[in-house]
Structures are given as C-alpha cells and as structure tokens.
C-alpha cells in the first residue's frame, strides 16, 4: 500500500502544477495586447512609449497609473483590495500596490494582481533576440515573431520578421541525413526528415506537430511555409560600407563606375596626391640618371678623341 499523501504534500504538488501550468500559458499570451505592454503617452514629454511605472525619457510620474495585470486606472470600492478604501474610488498614486521588475509597470493594490502577476508576468525573460536588448534598455513595446515566436524590440520587429524564413543551409535537406526535410524548426532555421524529427528527450503531444529535437520548439511543415535557402555570393563584394572602405576601393565594378565618371582620385586623405608625387619623384630620378649616362659617354668619347690626336 502506497503511503497516504499529507495535506502539506498535496499542496506542494498542486503548487507545482499550478507553476508549471502558468509557464505553460505564458507562451500562450498575446504580448502586443497585454496591459503590461499597452502604449502610454507621457504627461509631461509627450512621447509614447509601453506602459511603465515612471516615464523612460523624463523618468516622470504618470498621473493615472495602469495596472499591468487588470489594465484598470480606478479600484471602485466593491474590489478585494489590499488597501480597503471603504465608500471611496481611488485613482493615481491611491491605486497603486507595487512595481514589477519584468515589465516595470505600475500593479493595482488588488489581493489577486499582486499575488499572480509576478508568476505570469508575459514579460518575464523579454529580451530582443536581434539586440538582446531587455525592457529597461529601451523605451518602445515589446512584441513575439509570428514564425520563431521569439520576443522582438520595437526597432527590430519587421527587420526580423522580413528575414526569419531563410534556413541556415543551402538545401532544403534533412541536417542529419541526405533526404528531403518535411519539418522545420523557425529557431534552429534547420530542416528535419520524418524519422529524425522524432526526438527522445522532447515528448511529441497528440494533435500536434513534433518539436525540434535540438530547442524543443514546435516544428511546422516546411510546404506551409514560405521557406528559403541561404545564399553565399563568392568573390570581391561590389557594395562596401563607406567606413570599412574609402570610395574607389569597393570593388571591381564600382572602380570602373568611379574610373569611368573621372572620379578616380581622392583627395580627402591625401594618398593618391602623394602616390602622384612619388611617380613624378621617380621619373625626375629617372632623367637624373639618363642626364648622368649622356655626360659619361660625352667625357669617354673626347678622352678617346685626344688619345687618337696624341697618337697621331
């Protein structure tokens, strides 16, 4: 007979559940439409930014705080608030139980709000995956790529959605074997045939497609989805940032485009001037030279000439 569960131990197990079910559906969480992460226009700036407890420009405080997990700006008097206010609607600075360290926004003094919203905060590890950036680095909204589902920084969202379905090979074949890849996985960009998409460490749940046997993210068929290649272009690179390379030294085809338009010369460094003084130094030397040879054969020919008469 299995030993009889105490009260203690049950309420560890349903605590635990209770977590791990949380984490589960933070994934599920609309970022872009959760009160942690509305928009909000400074009093005193004017500037919009997401939702935080003091402004990220002026660092001012707002007067109608939102709450970041119930999205209200007035506890009415009927709530199960921690702070009773009996007969009274607070608002502002009144409303306002206690900070969060993920999203940094204002939450209500509210008995449920302030016990929950630590643990299902959607915000919690919202770093960018382009500029690793993490909520308190930047003033915009946070938001999830539609394909890998990782968090994205205002700046970088469409930049990275733009170029998120380019696999990290050149074939659309499976990385483990020489067959064709039906499964991809958006955050490895890698493909994965139907038997190496089978994974011993990640369990495959029933209606669903079979995760990444390397991150465990859910994989989707590679003909839904609009997936390309990478493509390597070998040989010298025609379109150079002008502050690795200086104009002319681009490439074979913009010399040409630059030789051809007569701009083949730079004169904000000065090194073409004195490559331009260097060859006018080596062709003066060079008549030096031819000058000195032609007074030699000079003076050999009239030595000759008074030997001749000597001997005469």
């Not at 170029?163 to 960009?189: D, F, I, M, P, W």
């Not at 209606?207 to 003909?223: L, R, S």
Request: glycine content about 6%; aromatic content about 6%.
């Amino acid at each position: 007979m299995p030993k009889k569960k105490t009260g203690a131990r049950k309420k560890a197990e349903s605590r635990k559940e209770r977590e791990k079910q949380n984490r589960a559906n933070r994934d599920v969480v609309d970022v872009a439409k959760h009160p942690c992460n509305s928009n909000m226009d400074c009093d005193k700036c004017q500037r919009k930014q997401k939702n935080r407890a003091f402004c990220y420009f002026c660092s001012s405080v707002q007067k109608l705080p939102v709450c970041a997990q119930c999205g209200k700006t007035k506890c009415m008097k009927s709530s199960d608030c921690v702070v009773k206010h009996p007969g009274i609607h607070s608002t502002g600075m009144a409303m306002v139980g206690a900070v969060c360290d993920f999203c940094e926004a204002w939450v209500c003094h509210g008995r449920k709000c302030l016990s929950t919203h630590a643990c299902v905060c959607p915000l919690t590890d919202a770093d960018c995956i382009e500029c690793d950036r993490a909520v308190w680095d930047h003033g915009g909204r946070i938001f999830r790529c539609s394909f890998c589902h990782n968090f994205l920084c205002e700046d970088d969202q469409f930049e990275h959605q733009a170029s998120c379905q380019v696999l990290q090979a050149e074939t659309y074949k499976c990385v483990s074997c020489n067959r064709l890849g039906q499964h991809s996985c958006l955050r490895c960009k890698a493909c994965y045939c139907d038997d190496h998409a089978k994974s011993k460490v990640f369990k495959q749940e029933k209606g669903k497609a079979p995760p990444c046997p390397k991150c465990g993210h859910e994989t989707q068929e590679t003909k839904d989805l609009s997936m390309s290649t990478r493509t390597l272009k070998f040989g010298r690179q025609a379109d150079v940032d002008d502050d690795d390379y200086d104009d002319g030294a681009s490439g074979y085809d913009s010399y040409w485009k630059n030789l051809a338009s007569g701009g083949g010369q730079r004169d904000d460094d000065g090194e073409d001037d004195d490559y331009e003084e260097d060859e006018d130094d080596d062709e003066e030397d060079d008549d030096e030279e031819e000058e000195e040879e032609d007074e030699e054969e000079k003076a050999a020919d009239s030595v000759a000439g008074l030997k001749l008469d000597g001997a005469a």
